[in-house]
């Protein structure tokens, strides 16, 4: 390196002689009129890196590391101008010219340089010239021009666009509703509609979903099914049973009130539908309905009650067609058979808790009543 003498105790301008140690002591001393003056501190600064870089590029020379420059020099663009073979002994190298920084290494400034010796001292520097001098500071007050990767570039394109696209949407929040001094006013619009079109009626596209009363009456449905497969196996119609409804839904079945007003095959429904029968009443409206037999009570204990209100008969004595009343177990049933040995044989329904038909023969002691068919 090239000794520089510092500046920081020197004024603001200097003689017009060299300072001393600016030049190296074996270099020739040029002549008075070409040495230069530096006048000021930054003439002094440039000066010395002047001279900082003919080192630099004689140690390149002589060493033959042209790569070590291109290493130094990181973002080298190599431009191809010219061509010199350089001796460097056994070897002779084609250089090219390089440009980094503004800062030109050519050829011919290599081949210039001064050569020595391996294993001696570095040589000598060389005065600048002035055109060196003046790429040097042009090198120093140009900025290099940085790459950019292209992946920043894409993204700054699409941002830009990006904006341009949002500025050109239309601002509808920002219209005015008034068009050539006219306002818009919902009061001048009218719809009229065609007299046709008034009588059009909606028309179902067919789908129906099945509702929740109608899941429940195909369940019923189902039941009363059950029921009557149930009751045609049971041998009552060959037994004599003529009650209307022996397939509908008993009241444990969640069945109602058949049109008699007693609930559908129960004791009480059955008894009422054969008083009608004898009475000649078969279809409806029938002659005796709760209503009119037993008001005060629909409950087969509640039976002899009515009975007695009304003036009906009330006996111990059976006969073919009474009512054999239980009142201690809330059934009632119907006397078919009076036999010669004191027997009866009687017709009931829901004995048991069974809602169906049954027949048994009995002892007429043990009905608590006989109840005689209603008058009137």
């Not at 190298?93 to 001292?121: E, K, V, Y």
């Not at 004599?240 to 444990?252: A, H, K, N, Q, R």
């Not at 009304?310 to 111990?316: A, D, I």
Request: proline share 5%; net charge neutral; aromatic share 8%.
């Amino acid at each position: 390196m090239v000794d520089v003498m510092p500046s920081g105790n020197l004024d603001d301008r200097f003689g017009t002689a060299a300072p001393a140690g600016a030049v190296p002591a074996d270099t020739p001393t040029a002549a008075p009129d070409a040495a230069p003056k530096f006048v000021t501190r930054r003439e002094l600064r440039a000066a010395e890196a002047a001279a900082a870089v003919a080192a630099v590029e004689a140690v390149a020379v002589e060493a033959a590391a042209v790569e070590a420059v291109a290493v130094a020099l990181a973002d080298v663009t190599p431009v191809v101008v010219s061509t010199a073979a350089v001796d460097t002994g056994a070897l002779t190298l084609s250089l090219m010219d390089f440009s980094a920084g503004g800062i030109q290494i050519s050829a011919a400034s290599i081949q210039d340089a001064p050569r020595r010796r391996t294993g001696s001292r570095v040589g000598a520097a060389r005065k600048l010239r002035r055109a060196e001098v003046r790429r040097i500071h042009a090198g120093a007050t140009t900025p290099q021009a940085s790459r950019r990767h292209p992946a920043s570039v894409l993204a700054t394109m699409a941002v830009v666009g990006g904006l341009f696209a949002v500025a050109g949407l239309p601002a509808y929040a920002l219209t005015d509703t008034q068009s050539d001094g006219a306002k818009l006013s919902s009061a001048s619009q009218s719809v009229t509609v065609s007299d046709q079109a008034a009588t059009v009626a909606a028309v179902r596209d067919g789908y129906e979903a099945t509702t929740a009363e109608e899941i429940a009456a195909a369940t019923r449905d189902d039941v009363r099914a059950g029921n009557n497969a149930k009751y045609l196996a049971s041998g009552a119609r060959e037994l004599g049973d003529d009650y209307p409804w022996p397939y509908e839904l008993g009241e444990e079945q969640g069945g109602g009130l058949s049109v008699l007003n007693y609930y559908y095959r129960q004791c009480t429904d059955f008894v009422a539908w054969r008083i009608n029968r004898d009475a000649g009443s078969y279809k409806a409206p029938y002659k005796w309905v709760w209503s009119n037999m037993t008001p005060t009570g629909g409950n087969a204990s509640q039976w002899k009650y009515a009975w007695e209100k009304k003036g009906w008969p009330v006996t111990n004595t059976p006969t073919v067609g009474d009512v054999a009343w239980f009142g201690s177990i809330n059934h009632v049933a119907y006397v078919k058979q009076v036999l010669d040995n004191g027997f009866i044989v009687i017709e009931e329904y829901n004995y048991g808790k069974k809602s169906v038909y049954n027949q048994r023969t009995i002892l007429a002691s043990s009905v608590e009543a006989f109840l005689g068919a209603p008058v009137g």
